[in-house]
């Protein structure tokens, strides 16, 4: 039997009341914002909550019923046959319940910077790399988000070498989170006569992008270069005369940006150097966090293989968790929520298992 911190979900019933009141009073519109956000965040867990409660008070009266001797055949017949009914009613709520108090990524409801670069393969990694963001321009499609794509430098036969997207929409960064780190492709390139298999790879970083109040950036800790684009680097960049390369000095994070539109050019590249600053924090934290537990599987180090693509057997391995799908083509066609959700899962199960008793 789970058992509820009683206390915390009166604290969220109380609150989500003192909101609601304040919100029939009609505040000004910035105090409306406010507590509509914290309304509707607690909108879900005190409707479980006090579906919850509702079902243990009808357990008990359903045990009181047939406890009584005076109750009758039909009447404890019926009883009996409700009772395992809402004791499976009260159990799904109370799982419900656990995982809603767990503790929230801060991140989670943020906009993301997907950044894909090509790694050892050669040619076969930059196709690679090209592959994984059409995989996740299609997901972002079938969840209603958008993706517009920061700077991309194209590969020598297509693919990308490195490409950068912002991804926006509901829930994008809780969802994507967990495709940080290197992606590993085995498969027979086009090019190879002798129907060999290749092994290259691709590296994934998913950052949540940081709003000015997240991270703050000093004038006096950056340098910026205004610079004339050179050939090599693809459409994306061959069509522009100039470009900015912006220097994190304390970090020594470079970003550089190449648009025709230099002002563009400044506040795209300051984007996603907030972004990977907001990330540096995040990881540091995190790092911080597990030290003690040193977490043996999914420990958000990207320099670790998470997963791997097999063309030739249509498999799809994620290292992590030991999953494995044999449709890898549907994968690659966006269909990665049943990646994605089991990942989730498992996270949530690591949250629930370092929980205090």
């Given at each position: 039997m789970i058992e509820l911190p009683a206390d915390k979900m009166d604290l969220m019933v109380k609150r989500f009341a003192m909101?609601?009141?304040e919100l029939a009073n009609g505040p000004d519109s910035e105090t409306y914002v406010k507590l509509?956000?914290?309304?509707?965040?607690?909108e879900d867990i005190v409707g479980r909550i006090n579906a919850y409660r509702a079902a243990l008070s009808e357990r008990d009266d359903l045990n009181i019923l047939l406890s009584d001797k005076a109750t009758d055949g039909d009447?404890?017949?019926l009883a009996?046959?409700?009772l395992p009914e809402v004791e499976e009613k009260i159990e799904a709520l109370q799982k419900d319940i656990q995982l809603l108090l767990l503790p929230k990524d801060a991140a989670d409801t943020k906009d993301a910077i997907l950044e894909i670069r090509a790694g050892t393969g050669g040619l076969e990694a930059a196709l690679f790399a090209g592959d994984l963001f059409r995989m996740y321009e299609r997901y972002a499609a079938g969840h209603g988000w958008k993706i517009e794509i920061i700077s991309a430098s194209e590969g020598d036969a297509g693919g990308y070498k490195e490409i950068i997207a912002k991804v926006s929409g509901r829930g994008v960064f809780s969802?994507?989170?967990?495709e940080s780190g290197v992606h590993r492709v085995q498969r027979v390139p086009e090019t190879e006569a002798g129907g060999r298999i290749h092994t290259s790879a691709a590296t994934v970083a998913v950052l949540p992008q940081a709003e000015d109040v997240d991270v703050d950036i000093r004038d006096q800790d950056i340098r910026i270069d205004t610079m004339r684009a050179s050939g090599a680097g693809g459409q994306h960049v061959n069509t522009t005369d100039s470009a900015v390369r912006i220097t994190h000095i304390p970090t020594g994070i470079v970003v550089v940006q190449a648009e025709k539109s230099q002002h563009q050019n400044r506040a795209r590249a300051m984007e996603v150097l907030r972004a990977r600053l907001y990330d540096m924090e995040r990881q540091k934290a995190a790092d911080e966090r597990a030290e003690s537990r040193r977490l043996q599987v999914g420990s958000g180090d990207r320099s670790e293989r998470i997963r791997t693509y097999n063309f030739p057997q249509g498999r799809l391995t994620d290292h992590r968790i030991n999953l494995t799908l044999y449709k890898l083509d549907r994968v690659m066609e966006g269909e990665l929520d049943d990646v994605i959700?089991?990942?989730i899962?498992?996270?949530?199960?690591?949250?629930?298992?370092e929980e205090p008793a």
């Open positions: 909101l609601e009141s509509a956000s914290e309304y509707a965040e607690l009447m404890r017949a009996e046959m409700e969802r994507l989170k967990f959700d089991p990942l899962a498992d996270h949530q199960a690591k949250l629930l298992s």
